[in-house]
Structures are given as structure tokens and as C-alpha cells.
């Protein structure tokens, strides 16, 4: 292999070139105007608080095939836009063609009123009363549920409640054991004095939680990708799409005190979720109850979600109708690549058709 020839003409030519292109796209940039998120037509059909629960109108008028809807729970830790945003990059809209009736619970941004929100709160009180409104709404006694990261957990919790009112249940990049080796995440987690944390700060703040996430992958999501953008800032269509990443990126919202020390304690500290001790208000969660059909879905080059975290769901849940689908990306591929695009929401579609 030859070596590499680095000459001072070839090093002032590369940094001319780069800042012509740095030049290029900051007047790129500027142009863009606001950068919008959530393109598929929805309405508001219930509201509590800060939440808002949506149901979401196909754009080319398509007749949902399957009677029975799915609601989607997204996590607390960032915006469910994610779920929708952009014409080519949309879960629900591939849901919606998949002939899907699709609602989606929107928490909103908690503020210090919020503080004492449990996990009671959130799954026995806010999912619950979705869940109620949509069945009203459609004269139903139950519904699918579709839940991501850790609106999955929640899902998991709701579903193990609540089984009568969960006709499937779906979970995507879903932490279930969070005491595998893999799990950097979780050991961060498991260091954490979250009593103090959550006495001092109240809610926690969103930038907070944010900048750990980025942290997991320090080179690759803090410094390497801004070099790698300037190559594509020319083309104002890219430039875009990736400006619609990073304010989701940074869309964080706090999280609710309590809620979140009983998250980190009982999920990532005890690992209470797969024996069985998760408390939601009085009761105990028991993922033997979960006896509905499940598709777990998982990412297998997720760094935040491992593939073996998600993958013990199969040996707790009480159903026999079980299937694992893996997805050939990482945690925020599965709902924006192409790829997923083409391979996720169909198979979502299918299953639950199969089952309708």
C-alpha cells in the first residue's frame, strides 16, 4: 500500500475547499426559514393537562382495513414527532398505509406543577384514559398498542394491568432487561444518587438527560457528524432533513421528579421489570399477564436499546403468540431510514391484519 502523500499544497488546497463548502452551506442555512416536523393531517381527539391524544388522517384518504386502531406511547424523554418527520421518513404514515387507523398520545412539556407526577400518573391515569377515550370513540373494549423505548416499558406495564383493554400489543427498541453486560445506558443509570438528584432539581431538565444520550457516542454525535455535514449543506433538501434531526435532537423535555426517580430506581437500578416488583400505584406489574398477541421489534445496532435488553422479552411475557422482528439499523434508523421506511410498518400492518 503506498503512503499516504501529504504536501502543503495538498493541505492548503483540502482547507480552501472545506471552507468554500463551510461558506456554502452557511448561506444555505440561513435560507431555510422554519424548520417543520409532523407532515400527516391530524386532529386532537382528547386532551388532559399537558397531553394531547391525536389521531392521525391518511393523506390519500385510504380506508383503514383493520377496525381495531393502535395507539402509539411514545417515551417521556423526547418528542413523539420523531414518529412523523418528514413525507419520507414517517412511521405513521407507513402505518397509515399499511391500513391502520392510527392515534398517538403526545405528553407535551411537563413544567414544576408536574413535579409529583408518578408512574401511576402516567399508566394507570393519562395511557389509561386514552385508551378510554379511543374505545368510546370507536365503541370498542379494547385496542392495539404500539409502544417505543420507553413508552414500550410503559406499554408493557399497561398491557400487564390492563389486558383486557390491549386487543396486541407491539413494542419497538424496548428496554425489558436492563442489567445485560451491553447496556452502557443502564450503567450510568445504576450510579446515579437519583434521590438527590430529584430532591435538588425537582423535574429533571431535558438538556440534562439530552447530553447524556450524546455522550454514549461522544466522537460520533458531537463532533464528527457537524464534519461530515458540510459535505451535503449545499443541497438546501438535505440541509433540511438534517436540521429537522437536530431539533429533534434537542426538542428535550424535563421529565416529571417522581416519575423519573421511580424509572431509574425500580427499571435501570433493580432491574424490577423482569421479576415481577415494578410497583405502578398498589399493584405490581407481571409480565406473565401480558397473554395477548406481542411483536417485539428491535434494532440490532442500537447503543441505546441493545438487542439482548429487548430480546428477553420473549422469556417473561405469558402469551404464546410471540414473534421478534429485527431491524438491520440503530435506535433512531428504525423510524427514519429508507430502509425502515420499507420494512417496519408493513410488517406492523401484516401482523395486526393477521390478527383483526
Keep these: 500500500m503506498s503512503p499516504v502523500q501529504i504536501t502543503p499544497d495538498r493541505v492548503t488546497q483540502e482547507m480552501l475547499d472545506y471552507a468554500a463548502k463551510l461558506g456554502q452551506g452557511v448561506e444555505t442555512l440561513s435560507r431555510l426559514g422554519t424548520i417543520e416536523t409532523g407532515v400527516t393531517p391530524r386532529e386532537a381527539v382528547y386532551e388532559e393537562d399537558k397531553l394531547v391524544l391525536y389521531r392521525f388522517r391518511s393523506p390519500r384518504e385510504a380506508q383503514s382495513a383493520n377496525a381495531v386502531p393502535v395507539l402509539i406511547v411514545y417515551a417521556l424523554v423526547n418528542r413523539p414527532y420523531m414518529t412523523d418527520l418528514q413525507e419520507n421518513r414517517s ?48 365503541g370498542l373494549d379494547n385496542i392495539n398498542l404500539l409502544g417505543i423505548c420507553q413508552g414500550g416499558a410503559f406499554s408493557l406495564c399497561y398491557a400487564a394491568l390492563h389486558p383486557r383493554k390491549v386487543k396486541n400489543l407491539i413494542t419497538m427498541v424496548t428496554p425489558v432487561d436492563f442489567h445485560t453486560p451491553d447496556n452502557v445506558l443502564s450503567r450510568w443509570a445504576q450510579q446515579i444518587d437519583v434521590d438527590l438528584a430529584v430532591d435538588t432539581m425537582g423535574n429533571i431538565p431535558g438538556e440534562l438527560l439530552n447530553w447524556t444520550f450524546l455522550t454514549l457516542k461522544p466522537f460520533r454525535l458531537m463532533s464528527q457528524k457537524y464534519v461530515d455535514t458540510v459535505e451535503i449543506l449545499s ?55 401480558i397473554k395477548m398477541p406481542v411483536l417485539n421489534i428491535y434494532a440490532c445496532e442500537d447503543h441505546l436499546v441493545p438487542p439482548a435488553a429487548s430480546k428477553a422479552l420473549r422469556e417473561h411475557v405469558g402469551t404464546k403468540d410471540y414473534l421478534e422482528l429485527e431491524f438491520a439499523g440503530g435506535h433512531i434508523g428504525i423510524y427514519v431510514s429508507g430502509k425502515a421506511q420499507k420494512q417496519v410498518p408493513p410488517a406492523i400492518g401484516k401482523w395486526l391484519l393477521d390478527r383483526s
Excluded at 397509515?96 to 391515569?125: E, M, T
Excluded at 423535555?253 to 400505584?281: C, H, M, S, W, Y
Aim: overall charge neutral; glycine content about 6%.
Design 91 to 138: 412511521l405513521v404514515r407507513g402505518l397509515l398505509d399499511a391500513g391502520l387507523d392510527v392515534y398517538l398520545i403526545d405528553w407535551g412539556y411537563p413544567d414544576r406543577a408536574d413535579r409529583f407526577l408518578a408512574l401511576d400518573d402516567y399508566i394507570n391515569g393519562y395511557i389509561d384514559r386514552c385508551v378510554d377515550a379511543v374505545c368510546e370513540r370507536l
Design 235 to 289: 443541497d438546501e433538501t438535505a440541509a433540511k432533513n438534517f436540521m429537522r434531526m437536530e431539533k429533534w435532537i434537542f426538542d428535550s423535555p424535563d421529565q416529571a421528579g417522581e416519575a423519573f426517580r421511580e424509572f431509574v430506581k425500580q427499571f435501570f437500578q433493580r432491574n424490577d421489570l423482569i421479576k415481577g416488583n415494578v410497583r405502578v400505584g398498589r399493584h405490581k406489574v407481571k409480565l406473565k399477564k
